[in-house]
């Protein structure tokens, strides 16, 4: 079914979050034009063994119990019986006790290049007698949860004949992309959609605004997304134009994939209360401070969640008397919580300000590549230094900038930890500060927000903007995209062949889209391993498809996952080198697919981002289960 099919009755949006899910439709035939009229689905869920309860919420947790842990009947669920882990709400306060048994931040590991994401990984610190699952399989039981909910509620319009839009982070390469509509199909979820986030959050904006976004918002308008959530920080720039009299959304650019979010703070947390409880005389083991940082995580929310509360009290659990005997009992105050959050992810930074590195440890544990520098602030003056000339070729853009980085004129917050009123001015007191020192005007905010449920709205309202009845947001590719072709020369000891970056496909190519390079003829190895490399940029955004450099910044190109394969020889000899025009493809799914064409022959090559990283996909086409928004 294509995802725009008209005879669907419902648009869903889901989010599949670091650390919440949530799912919300619109019913296309009762809407009309912007004002559609949205829900959100009350998704049931274990609360406790044998406890079911109905949430907006899905928390992003599955606990693995052991097999005499729970009674028979701990687990049913209204559409089974025969579940053997818990997702939800019991599985994250379960967890918090047991972390050794819980999967966590399964988004963050799907996009992680360093390990096989089709292995079972999770957890990553569990024993060897506990069973782990990977981060795909994880994945795919939040959207399998999601859709036996809806169906439970609404018997008579399937889930698999509604129009399904999923969010992912803007900076999500090609390869989680992929894994991400793979985990849809493998839930049994019809042809998908997928939407950016900071996207969803806009959309969202404009649908809660019933049409009143057009008065808040002007022709040369840039909107900054910030979008802070449990594992990730994603940021994007949205220009305002006006074309034909009428407003349009144009996405301009998205910074890099950012893991550091909520769940970073909930370990600032759960480590000073590890010192304080230290200074009192009561040592922690590793175990002990992992438990914490779940405990922590409950305390963060109340907090932010009520001002009126001082503090809120944690328990630790016991390892047994040869450690401590019995649960502690601590706290985490307010001035703690402010203290950790603001000053260390939060600083008064400067604009010229990077984020940091330090040298590491040759030996290093396996786990999630986090974001050295904690400081979110500096990440964000990075990203708008970086795209300071960003809007300089845009056509009908009515404004122009100068200084030392791009000038947001508004921002839109997303992620639960925005929710914070102390964050939040934060962040915005920080960024009027360097639009002050620069000669700018300060940046305003689009409030009115749901942040723990726009991402979901935002999606579902896509779905049904896509069907030309709302607003849209144009934008297509959110990066260049280059192979790498190396030089022809004469062997030399320790050096190996130069190599230059072709432009396969241009900033803003539009997915579903093909570009035939120009009259160019290369080399293609054939019958023997080969490597492909493959590059992105988001600050090029002036290359066309055939551009070929032969120099660049470590800022300008970013290496992205490479592919090692054999080309079949087609009756040629292992290593001959076939003369070929290239052709490529920004699939529906934003994976880039290249294509060789040999000159005066019929066969054809065929190669796309592998998202197992260690194989290409040759001369087979793409299972046809996503499009991309």
């Avoid at 406890?51 to 992003?60: K, N, T």
């Avoid at 400067?350 to 786990?367: F, I, M």
């Amino acid at each position: 079914m294509s995802a725009a099919d008209n005879s669907a009755r419902y648009a869903i949006g889901i989010d599949l979050g670091t650390t919440h899910c949530a799912l919300s439709y619109v019913d296309i035939g009762n809407s009309d034009g912007e004002k559609a009229e949205q829900r959100i689905l009350a998704i049931p869920q274990l609360t406790a063994p044998g406890a079911v309860e109905a949430r907006e919420l899905l928390p992003s947790f599955l606990y693995l119990p052991h097999a005499d842990e729970l009674a028979d009947g701990d687990l049913h669920l209204p559409w089974t019986t025969e579940q053997d882990h818990a997702v939800g709400e019991f599985a994250r306060t379960r967890g918090a006790a047991t972390p050794i048994r819980l999967v966590a931040s399964a988004k963050s590991w799907l996009c992680h290049p360093g390990v096989d994401r089709r292995a079972a990984i999770l957890p990553a610190d569990a024993p060897a007698e506990v069973v782990r699952i990977s981060p795909l399989e994880a994945s795919t039981r939040y959207l399998s949860h999601l859709r036996d909910a809806w169906n439970a509620a609404h018997p008579d319009s399937p889930f698999e004949q509604q129009d399904v839009t999923i969010t992912i982070p803007a900076s999500f390469d090609p390869a989680a992309r992929e894994l991400t509509a793979e985990a849809a199909q493998a839930a049994g979820y019809p042809r998908i959609t997928l939407l950016e986030e900071p996207q969803a959050a806009l959309y969202s904006w404009i649908q809660r605004s019933a049409g009143q976004w057009r008065r808040e918002v002007k022709p040369g308008d840039l909107i900054l997304v910030i979008d802070i959530g449990g594992g990730t920080t994603d940021l994007s720039l949205i220009a305002v134009l006006e074309r034909d009299g009428n407003l349009e959304l144009h996405r301009l650019a998205v910074g890099d994939h950012i893991l550091l979010g909520g769940d970073n703070m909930d370990l600032a947390l759960a480590y000073g209360v590890t010192r304080k409880l230290a200074a009192q005389g009561t040592r922690l083991d590793p175990w002990q401070t992992r438990a914490l940082a779940h405990a922590c995580r409950a305390a963060k929310e109340a907090l932010l969640g009520d001002a009126s509360i001082d503090s809120v009290p944690v328990v630790v659990p016991s390892r047994g008397s040869k450690l401590i005997g019995g649960s502690i009992r601590t706290e985490v105050s307010r001035a703690e919580l402010s203290a950790s959050l603001l000053d260390g992810f939060f600083p008064q930074a400067a604009v010229s300000e990077q984020p940091q590195s330090r040298a590491r440890g040759a030996l290093t544990q396996l786990g999630l590549p986090y974001a050295q520098d904690a400081a979110i602030t500096r990440h964000l003056a990075a990203f708008l230094t970086r795209q300071l000339g960003a809007t300089a070729e845009l056509e009908d853009f009515t404004e122009s900038v100068e200084g030392s980085f791009l000038h947001p004129t508004a921002v839109l917050f997303n992620g639960g930890v925005l929710k914070s009123d102390l964050i939040a001015e934060r962040v915005l007191d920080v960024l009027n500060g360097w639009l002050a020192a620069d000669g700018a005007a300060p940046a305003r905010l689009l409030g009115g927000a749901d942040l723990d449920l726009a991402v979901a709205r935002g999606a579902a309202y896509y779905g049904y903007a896509r069907r030309g009845r709302g607003v849209r947001i144009r934008g297509g590719t959110a990066r260049a995209y280059y192979v790498g072709v190396e030089s022809a020369m004469p062997a030399i000891p320790g050096m190996e062949p130069p190599l230059e970056a072709l432009c396969v496909a241009p900033f803003g190519m539009e997915e579903g889209t093909e570009a035939a390079l120009p009259a160019q003829e290369f080399g293609l190895v054939v019958g023997e391993p080969v490597r492909f490399r493959f590059f992105g940029s988001s600050v090029r955004r002036h290359d066309q498809v055939g551009t070929l450099l032969d120099f660049w910044t470590q800022d300008e190109l970013q290496e992205l996952e490479e592919i090692e394969a054999t080309l079949p020889a087609q009756g040629r000899k292992p290593g001959d080198i076939v003369r070929v025009r290239l052709h490529a493809r920004v699939t529906e799914a934003g994976t880039l697919e290249l294509e060789a064409l040999p000159v005066g022959g019929d066969e054809r090559w065929k190669v796309q981002f592998d998202v197992r990283g260690d194989a290409g996909a040759l001369d087979a086409a793409l299972a046809e289960t996503v499009e991309q928004g």
